[in-house]
């Protein structure tokens, strides 16, 4: 069964670090865009970060000059740097991947990882 594993969430004091990783497992090939999701409390899921197969990432504003995007030399995982945390970071990180069966677009979403910045 395909599914994109996360680890690494928790609590930290603001000004901490934290480091995401997400493994995808199973039936997941060719994997295109692997990237970080974020929901805040009572928030809609927004982007945080995204790395295609050939190297390209993009950040959110949020994200830019804190958070590091990498995935794997198996291209299977990615990882979140997370530094200079601040309260705002505070919610659950989902891991995201996209793959192609020809011109069929599938979407996986991981569990979800909490952190928690406190002040």
């Known amino acids: 069964q395909a599914q994109l594993v996360e680890s690494g969430g928790g609590l930290v004091q603001a000004g901490g670090s934290l480091r995401l990783s997400c493994a995808a497992s199973g039936n997941i090939f060719n994997i295109g865009t692997m990237g970080w999701y974020h929901q805040g409390p009572g928030k809609q899921r927004e982007v945080v970060a995204t790395?295609?197969?050939?190297?390209?990432?993009n950040y959110a504003d949020s994200a830019k000059g804190r958070f590091t995007i990498a995935r794997g030399n198996a291209k299977n995982t990615v990882y979140l740097q997370m530094n200079s945390l601040t309260p705002e970071d505070t919610g659950v990180y989902y891991c995201?991947?996209?793959?192609?069966?020809?011109?069929?677009?599938?979407?996986?979403w991981g569990q979800g990882t909490q952190v928690t910045v406190s002040s």
């Open positions: 790395i295609t197969s050939g190297g390209t990432i």
């Open positions: 995201y991947a996209d793959t192609y069966v020809g011109v069929v677009k599938y979407v996986y």
